[in-house]
């Protein structure tokens, strides 16, 4: 499993075209050449980056669900929607899709976030509002979400 870290501000061009920062790049090296895909957030207006191996991990799970109960089955098919293989062109740019790139509000200003195993890729403008929002109460969040935990279950 690889855990990235990182943001890092970058810009679009017009095609959709995004540059993966260098640090970045440095990180994903040993994956590069198995590719990624691309897909749209659950829970937040951006884009959600997955190394093939960890699409392929996650994959696992989704696959053992069964399709023969319908929520599952319009799980499956609304976490999927519009999900991409991508994979980097020869100058280190990856194609976001103008289905992708609408759903996020992508503008020129761009920022790529690690978030464990994946990246975000925002509009700057959303991240910065969606940071912003989260600090209100991250304290009672990070409480909540880590509280329960042990200092000897981390290690």
Known sequence: ???LI???ECKADAKG??????????QLHTLLQDGFVLKRSVFQPCLELYPMQE?????????KLNRFKKKNNDFIRRFTAGVKIIELDASGRLLIPKDLHSFAGISKEV????????????DKNKYEKAIDDATIDFADLAEEVMGNIDQDELS
Do not use: D, F, H, Q
């Open 55 to 63: 699409w392929n991990k996650l994959m696992e799970s989704v696959n």
């Open 6 to 8: 990182g943001t890092y």
């Open 111 to 122: 920022v790529v976030a690690s978030a464990g195993a994946i990246m975000e890729i925002w």
């Open 1 to 3: 499993m690889v855990n």
């Open 17 to 26: 075209r995004l540059m993966l920062p260098v640090a970045l790049k440095k």
